[in-house]
């Protein structure tokens, strides 16, 4: 007489279980946690018995185990992985840092393998471990360095020098033996199936996805029991560090120094992004520092700018103050110009020739001569501009010294059709061009005054 099939309990969710073992390509273990929330109370081994059964496993090599005495290695090394990033499809760079010993994890994600980046999560790293390791293990990786021949191995100087407080080992593993680094490669394939693909590889930016990160490391990966130490990692790291390096008290923080000109934007620009300096700076040399997380934009090597380094290509990032300034420079250049110019067009040469002779600096320039038009009068200061300009002479001061010293006697009538701006008009603009801020030339037109009259 034929069995009775007994009803299992995982029976109402084997479609469910097909689909996200054969559509979704989840692991068993991750497919029984989307069940439990369904509802399914069966245990594991019921799952994983019915999934060898639609997808059975893949033929282990065996290997070789290698002994790892406590605090004595750890291992880095890269792993590309595409991910949704919001709307975009992205290829991100999985920096997984490995104590072979305990097993235990670092995972975090970037959008480059830079020597910043990779040193930055270093710190960070060793900063959770709480120690450092004697010896650091990693592939030929030019920010690390590399085998240039049987038996010799160059190794980056900037990485060295940042490595140095440290005191670790730096070792390259020999070319063509990857057992050497199984620790640190073995667990990208699980990052990939259980780590990214609990969230199906989707995440709203590149800190969601760290956010994820820092949570599995912390809630999954160093804590469930590791198949070959039969131990929790985060338990056996707790006996490893007292073998370890204490950290050094002091680490100086890594930088690139990248030669820079500031663009008429007013900005700084670094693997294709912008960084806003000032406006005042537009058309000076610079010096943009490249920190991991930072970006400081230096003139003459002082600091002007500091900015959170963005990973985002093609985008333009101003600060509220840079913005501000360039708002209220802007505003008060066209205000100036349109006074100026309306003294006529020996104004106009006379202005081309400022700009030409003074740049940026032109504004301060052109604020002063009006004021000294709204003090002699328009026709005198044209004149002295016109006098001024026969010597090659662009600058308030050249017009004032021209008015004090009595050079111009016969002052050049208005050209017709022209209506010169009122005085009280040039002086009600300039006072709304100074409602919170002062200028610095402001004192230098005291001083002017002061010389004027007294050669009066």
């Known amino acids: 007489k034929d069995r009775i099939r007994r009803k299992s309990k995982l ?26 929330q369904l509802g399914f109370d069966g245990s594991y081994s019921i799952v994983k018995d019915f999934v060898a059964t639609i997808r059975p496993s893949a033929t282990k090599t065996p290997t070789t ?44 994600f970037t959008l480059n393998e830079q020597l910043e980046t990779l040193v930055t999560l270093h710190d960070q790293a060793f900063d959770e471990v709480d120690a450092v390791p004697a010896m650091m293990s990693y592939d030929n990786m030019t920010t690390v ?15 060295a020098a940042w490595a140095g407080p440290y005191e670790f080992e730096i070792r390259l593993i020999t070319p063509g033996n990857p057992k050497e680094h199984g620790s640190v490669e073995r667990p990208f394939g699980y990052i990939e199936n259980n780590c990214l693909r609990r969230k199906r590889f989707r995440f709203e930016d590149l800190d969601d996805l760290n956010r994820h990160a820092q949570w599995w490391c912390a809630e999954i990966a160093n804590v469930r029991i590791h198949g070959t130490t039969r131990r929790r990692p985060l338990d056996l790291l707790r006996i490893e560090r007292s073998f370890m390096k204490p950290l050094p008290r002091s680490r100086p923080e ?14 700084v620009h670094y693997d294709t992004n912008g960084y806003s300096v000032p406006p005042r700076f537009a058309g000076r040399e610079a010096t943009a520092r490249i920190y ?47 006074a100026f110019l309306r003294l006529g067009d020996e104004a106009k040469t006379y202005y081309e020739g400022l700009r030409a002779q003074r740049g940026r600096g032109a504004g301060h320039h052109l604020k002063r001569i009006l004021r000294l038009s709204d003090r002699y009068g328009a026709a005198m200061v044209i004149a002295a501009m016109g006098h001024a300009a026969r010597y090659g002479s662009y600058s308030a001061e050249a017009v004032a010294r021209v008015i004090s010293r009595g050079a111009v006697r016969d002052p050049l ?41 007294g050669e009066e």
């Open 413 to 453: 009538p208005t050209p017709e059709g022209e209506v010169p701006m009122p005085p009280d008009r040039v002086r009600r603009w300039l006072e709304g061009l100074e409602v919170e801020d002062r200028d610095l030339g402001d004192y230098d037109d005291l001083v002017d005054r002061e010389e004027i009259d």
């Open 292 to 338: 991991s997380q930072r970006v400081e934009v230096l003139i003459e090597g002082e600091v002007v700018a500091v900015h959170v380094r963005r990973f985002e290509r093609h985008q333009r990032y101003l600060l509220p103050e840079h913005e501000e300034e360039f708002k209220r420079t802007t505003g008060s250049r066209r205000v100036l110009e349109s």
């Open 254 to 267: 890594p930088y690139r120094d990248v030669p820079r000109r500031v663009w008429t934007d007013f900005c």
């Open 11 to 36: 029976d109402p969710f084997k479609a469910k279980l097909r689909s996200l073992i054969l559509d979704d390509e989840l692991t068993a273990v991750l497919a029984l946690g989307e069940l439990q």
């Open 65 to 108: 185990p290698v002994d790892h005495p406590p605090g004595k290695e750890g291992q880095v090394d890269w792993s590309p992985y595409q991910v949704w990033l919001g709307t975009e499809r992205t290829v991100v760079h999985g920096f997984s840092f490995v104590l072979p010993h305990s097993r235990w994890m670092f995972v975090r």
């Open 145 to 159: 360095g590399r085998h240039t021949g049987p038996g010799e191995v160059w190794i980056n100087p900037r990485f």
